[in-house]
């Protein structure tokens, strides 16, 4: 495995972006109303048109060489794919991509993009994926930065659907917010533009609270909650969905003090990180 400093990339290689804009995006439509939708996109990189590779400038990429050797052409699935940034880099890569985002803004972005030149093929869909009926099977399906929505049943849904989704050998790369690094943040806040945003923990619950509100009226709150799982925990949900856990992939954390982001950091630190599944051995 490979660390990229940055997002250039050289030869054919695959990236794997966590994405990262400060620090973690809102998931939920209702913050996307709150937001508007300027905001919204311009929080995900979309709003001024911008190419993926500005967008992206404070991402860090993940590279992952054996999830697509081989031969023949790859299917990779992105799930939540937002602007679509990450699939083009992807398909620019020659692999051909959907990406599924279910946001209208975010995925006319994506449209957008998929109507440039690319090295492969980019196939937007806008769906939920919940719901959705695609023509499979892929060798990756990735999701960064939105697994967690809903409850334990939502998820093993999803992760069941993610098995039907994939080749014999394929592998599910997925980002995951770690209950450590939700309990640390409990109850720091700070002003994004317009608005007021602060994190709690609900620590019965294991779910990383995200509140936003117009800048003094708090009244009018929207929160999206995130359920956090340890790889122990994760183990758990995946009973019976098909799925195994194959590989934990730390991700990194937020230096409050100094106000950095700590791209590669112990799992025991990090803000995340992206567990790699494959079909469960009967
Ligand atoms: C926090 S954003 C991350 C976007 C992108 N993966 C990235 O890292 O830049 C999560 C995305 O998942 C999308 N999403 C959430 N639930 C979804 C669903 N049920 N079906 C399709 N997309 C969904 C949201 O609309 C949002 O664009």
């Known amino acids: 495995m490979i660390q990229l400093s940055d997002h250039r990339l050289s030869g054919h290689r695959l990236i794997e972006v966590r994405s990262f804009k400060w620090p973690h995006r809102p998931t939920s439509l209702a913050i996307a109303r709150l937001l508007g939708e300027d905001s919204f996109g311009r929080w995900l990189g979309v709003a001024r048109g911008e190419p993926w590779w500005v967008a992206d400038r404070s991402r860090v990429g ?4 054996s999830l697509v050797k081989g031969p023949g052409k790859k299917r990779i699935l992105e799930l939540g794919a937002g602007g679509g940034q990450v699939a083009a880099a992807m398909v ?7 990406a599924l985002e279910q946001a209208p803004t975010l995925s006319a972005h994506a449209q957008k993009l998929a109507a440039a030149p690319l090295a492969g093929q980019l196939t937007v869909v806008q769906a939920d994926f919940y719901t959705v009926e695609l023509a499979g099977p892929f060798d990756v399906v990735c999701y960064y930065d939105g697994f967690g929505v809903g ?3 939502d998820q093993q849904r999803l992760l069941q659907r993610i098995a039907g989704w994939l080749t014999p050998t394929g592998r599910a790369r997925i980002e995951i917010s770690t209950p450590w690094y939700a309990a640390a943040v409990d109850g720091r806040g700070w002003t994004v533009g317009q608005a007021e945003r602060r994190y709690n923990f609900d620590a019965d619950g294991c779910r990383w609270l995200d509140a936003w509100w117009p800048s003094g009226q708090q009244e009018q709150q ?3 909650s995130l359920r956090c799982y340890s790889p122990a925990d994760l183990r758990l949900l995946l009973a019976s969905t098909g799925l195994e856990l194959q590989h934990v992939q730390p991700g990194g954390t937020v230096d409050w003090t100094q106000g950095t982001w700590l791209p590669v950091v112990p799992l025991g630190k990090a803000m995340n990180y992206v567990a790699q599944l494959g079909l469960a051995s009967r």
């Open 62 to 65: 993940v590279f992952e060489q």
């Open 222 to 224: 929207v929160q999206q």
């Open 151 to 153: 409850a334990d049943a």
């Open 92 to 98: 620019d890569l020659g692999y051909e991509v959907v």
